[in-house]
């Protein structure tokens, strides 16, 4: 069964911590996405990669960064947390290739920063 | 760049009933993939149908159908014989077919949520 893991579900920082969350998938995949998903506002792109240590900026990465050291594993980073990113986190990962590749999803990280 | 709206926050139906939930789109690509993705309350986001731009035929996934009207930028779905376990958010999201390293993006509608009473 394919699998792509956040490691943490529910998290609550303080404001002007910097905050780590993990996502790692088991299927080789090379394309892997960080999305945001807030009420009436569907889910929004961050960042995506599709190789090791490449990245790009999606509609709103002002705010985070990322990190892809190996292939199965891509890090979202917020470098001084902020109430405004509150929100539930999704990682999804799907191979190269032809776009009608199914993407996978991760169970979602919902973080609080108060 | 490219946008998708779905224009109904919440549907209704009950069980055994049709409902459509609506998707529009905006593209200046010729081809590209569609999707909806059902999100129950675990928040797993599930694939339920594919449309490939390419193909006219309207895909189908058992009680699970679209209407794909291109030309209108339209892409509905259409859930028959509901079932209590349809109940969620829907999402329909747009995919380009090429174009570099950035073609496996997935843009978002807001969503749709569908209530099923029994």
């Known amino acids: 069964d394919v699998k792509v893991t956040q490691s943490s579900r529910y998290l609550v920082k303080r404001t002007g911590e910097k905050v780590f969350l993990e996502c790692v998938q088991d299927?080789?995949?090379?394309?892997m996405f960080w999305y945001r998903q807030d009420p009436g506002l569907g889910l929004r792109l961050i960042y995506f990669?599709?190789?090791?240590?490449?990245?790009e900026k999606g509609d709103i990465p002002e705010g985070y960064s990322v990190s892809r050291e190996k292939k199965e594993r891509f890090s979202l980073i917020l470098e001084s947390a902020s109430t405004n990113q509150t929100s539930m986190y999704l990682c999804?990962?799907?191979?190269?290739?032809?776009?009608?590749?199914?993407?996978?999803f991760g169970e979602g990280s919902w973080l609080t920063v108060v | 760049a490219q946008t998708v709206t779905q224009s109904q926050p919440e549907m209704s139906v009950q069980e055994a009933e049709t409902v459509t939930l609506s998707c529009t789109y905006d593209?200046?690509?010729?081809?590209?993939?569609l999707f909806w993705y059902k999100q129950p309350p675990s928040r797993q986001m599930i694939l339920v149908i594919r449309?490939?731009?390419?193909?006219?035929q309207n895909a189908t996934e058992n009680r699970f159908s679209v209407n794909f009207q291109k030309a209108a930028k339209s892409f509905s779905l259409k859930i028959s014989d509901s079932q209590l376990g349809d109940a969620a958010m829907y999402f329909c999201?747009?995919?380009?077919?090429?174009?570099?390293?950035?073609?496996?993006?997935?843009?978002f509608g807001q969503g749709t949520i569908l209530t099923v009473h029994p």
């Open positions: 299927m080789d995949h090379e394309n």
């Open positions: 449309q490939e731009a390419y193909k006219q």
């Open positions: 999201a747009y995919r380009r077919s090429s174009g570099g390293t950035s073609y496996g993006k997935l843009t």
């Open positions: 999804a990962s799907t191979n190269g290739g032809r776009s009608g590749n199914t993407i996978y």
């Open positions: 593209t200046s690509e010729s081809d590209y993939y």
């Open positions: 990669s599709y190789d090791v240590k490449m990245k």
